[in-house]
């Protein structure tokens, strides 16, 4: 508390110190309380400094004018301490809350900010590959480009492509843990393997830079932890490529330990670094050091924090050192709770590459039922489980489907959903319906989270994307599934049997091209829809990846009846008959 004896002083006072509230006299020599308070008004220092009269003055009249002048109390002679101290604790509750509510004004408006700056960026971000890919394709279309070229041609378009879907899986990753609706799955992991792809896809985006990626092990690593594998890897390769991307010349080294039940991985760059005031807000969504990184080096702010998201989500945090010019350090520490001893290693085989390691894999026991009904998309998902170790039954319905399981034991079953005959939500229901409670996966091409939701609320245990995602099929294989971890196979279905099947799908568009044109010709709108769907997921799993984006299109359309049906079909047929 600060004393001044006159008014003058007071307004020495209040210049030179900060100060919270006044408690003002009114009758004083030389300068007034009235005055002293106009000064306060008039100095844009002290205009919202809140003052409290307290004064002998007791007319009405010079009350009110103690509030014109701006006064936010005012308190007479001869007073009570207690409610004086009361009125000035009032007073400042108020002043911290009006603190308080300019404080988060503030950051509401530098997040608003940051998006705002996010959505330039962004738009940025995916106009850069569209155009790359509009150009391209049009100037394929118009024979700008002679068909020589027009391998290098969808080689950038592709490029541009993936880019693109690493772009929206971002930003789809942010949003789910936004929503809180992230899943990790935790189950055993090879982590030498993991490192191993890791190593593979940076090392591809380092020799781009001629810059090199070394590994370093301090000391025994734990070969087998438990963790989610494609979290724990999304980190890695997200500061991997951070480090990639913000290094001109040097090298990006990566040492491993593991330490009092945590993992631990320091990914050191020799490259820009970060300045240190902004170290604090570089786990923020939509953060980057400044708005020119983004016009230099691309990205959207959010890798980081994601990955920040992820860690925590696998028991652990990041953390990170940098000096500008010189280079930056992130650490990543995972827990290795419950983790029992076993095998170690101390360095990657960097003979293995990424296929070998990928497709060296436990072996799991059991029957294992598949239901679909594209012929070769159900041949392939046969070779692959049965590559796995499974012992397989397919059929091409639901109603197959529930006579098998009636008949015969089955450990795991994988029902398509869209199926002639019997459909795979009917055949799981009566399957439960008879007393069996193996688990019964869907397998469907559609990914949208309200169909996922649906199915599981149908009863499904879960759900598998179409094309099958190797990992995602061992992360399920793993969680429902007896494995015989002593035992290692080759996995890898052989490239002669994967050529002919898909030969075969390619030898029936020009049967499904007939399908098509009848049901267009008849405006069947149901058979054509069934077509589409049919079409897609065996499409997407030997790679016609352009047929099978067109074929989703074409479902959306007759789904919203959309105008564009015909001429979306034609498109569809159109790139068949080009195979
Ligand atoms: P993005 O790279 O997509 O912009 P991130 O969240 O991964 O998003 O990174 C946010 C920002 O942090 C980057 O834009 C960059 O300014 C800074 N940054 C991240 N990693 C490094 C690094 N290794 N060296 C220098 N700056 C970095």
């Not at 103690?66 to 101290?85: C, M, Q, R, T």
């Not at 693109?164 to 789910?176: G, H, R, T, Y």
């Not at 370093?216 to 594998?229: H, L, Q």
């Amino acid at each position: 508390m600060l004393v001044a004896k006159s008014g003058r002083q007071a307004l020495s006072i209040v210049h030179e110190q900060s100060v919270d509230l006044i408690l003002l006299d009114v009758v004083m020599p030389e300068l007034d309380g009235f005055s002293v308070m106009k000064q306060l008004k008039s100095n844009v220092n002290s205009q919202n400094i809140p003052v409290i009269f307290i004064t002998g003055l007791e007319s009405s009249k010079d009350e009110t004018y103690g509030f014109e002048l701006g006064a936010v109390d005012y308190i007479h002679k001869p007073f009570n301490s207690s409610v004086v101290l009361a009125r000035v604790s009032s007073q400042l509750k108020i002043i911290q809350q009006r603190n308080d509510l300019q404080q988060l004004s503030e950051e509401l408006k530098q997040a608003s900010e940051a998006k705002g700056m996010f959505l330039a960026n962004m738009s940025h971000e995916i106009r850069t590959p569209l155009t790359t890919i509009i150009g391209y394709a049009e100037s394929m279309l118009s024979q700008n480009i002679p068909k020589n070229e027009w391998t290098d041609a969808v080689n950038i378009i592709d490029n541009s492509g993936k880019h693109l879907l690493s772009l929206v899986n971002n930003i789809l990753d942010f949003s789910k843990i936004e929503a809180g609706e992230l899943s990790i799955e935790l189950i055993d992991v090879e982590l030498d393997s993991l490192l191993q792809q890791v190593h593979v896809i940076c090392e591809q985006q380092a020799h781009k830079k001629h810059l090199n990626i070394h590994w370093r092990f301090n000391g025994k690593i734990p070969r087998r932890i438990k963790t989610d594998p494609t979290r724990l890897k999304q980190i890695l390769i997200n500061l991997i490529s951070n480090g990639i991307k913000f290094t001109e010349q040097g090298s990006v080294t990566i040492v491993v330990s593991a330490l009092n039940e945590q993992l631990h991985f320091e990914i050191k760059d020799t490259g820009i670094g970060i300045p240190n005031d902004k170290l604090s807000s570089l786990f923020n969504s939509f953060t980057q050091v400044d708005n020119s990184t983004s016009r230099k080096y691309g990205g959207t702010g959010l890798g980081l924090s994601i990955s920040c998201r992820l860690a925590k989500e696998l028991g652990g945090q990041i953390a990170v050192e940098s000096q500008v010019n010189e280079g930056s350090t992130f650490s990543v520490f995972i827990d290795l709770i419950n983790q029992a001893p076993g095998e170690t290693f101390d360095q990657l085989n960097s003979d293995t590459n990424h296929q070998a390691s990928q497709q060296t894999q436990q072996v799991f026991k059991g029957k294992v039922l598949i239901a679909e009904d594209h012929p070769e998309n159900r041949q392939l998902f046969s070779l692959n489980l049965s590559a796995l170790g499974f012992e397989v039954n397919a059929v091409d319905n639901g109603e197959k489907a529930v006579q098998a399981c009636i008949s015969d034991d089955y450990q795991l079953v994988l029902l398509d959903i869209q199926m002639p005959v019997m459909n795979g939500i009917e055949a799981q229901q009566l399957i439960r319906s008879c007393g069996l409670d193996m688990p019964i996966i869907a397998l469907t091409a559609n990914v949208m989270k309200d169909e996922i939701d649906s199915y599981l609320a149908a009863g499904f245990t879960d759900h598998l994307a179409k094309p099958l995602d190797q990992e995602q099929l061992l992360t399920k294989l793993n969680k429902y599934c007896d494995n015989d971890v002593s035992t290692q196979q080759d996995v890898a279905i052989p490239q002669h049997l994967l050529d002919e099947l898909r030969q075969k799908f390619k030898q029936s568009f020009a049967q499904y091209t007939i399908e098509l044109q009848t049901a267009v010709k008849q405006r069947d709108t149901k058979t054509l829809a069934s077509l589409a769907h049919k079409f897609q997921g065996a499409a997407k799993s030997f790679g016609f990846t352009e047929e099978a984006k067109v074929a989703e299109l074409l479902e959306r359309y007759i789904q919203d009846s959309n105008n564009n049906i015909s001429q979306t079909s034609q498109q569809l047929i159109n790139l068949l008959n080009n195979e």
